[in-house]
């Protein structure tokens, strides 16, 4: 490396990126952004999947889908009498 010390150059680092799960979960309990930490597309993933949400989130998106399977449900049985 040494003959090479010329030719390298250090680059700082402008933008720092230390995303982790962690963090992730911890802005996802606070009910803040994750938006601009990491792509849209796995933003969309973690929302769609229930990813990184706390337990109230996921009960909560539990309780829905089973008011919805339920009020469907009702309305089917009062279609069909």
Known sequence: M?????NIRVIPQLIQNDVSST????FRK???SIRY????????YIYEHGLYASD????KAADKG??????NASSSAVASS
Not at 56 to 59: G, T
Not at 66 to 71: F, M
């Open 2 to 6: 040494q003959e090479w010390k010329d």
């Open 23 to 26: 963090k992730i979960r911890l």
């Open 37 to 44: 930490y990491i792509p849209d597309k796995v933003v969309d």
């Open 30 to 32: 606070r009910g803040k």
């Open 66 to 71: 089973k008011t919805k399977v339920s009020d």
């Open 56 to 59: 109230d989130e996921k009960s």
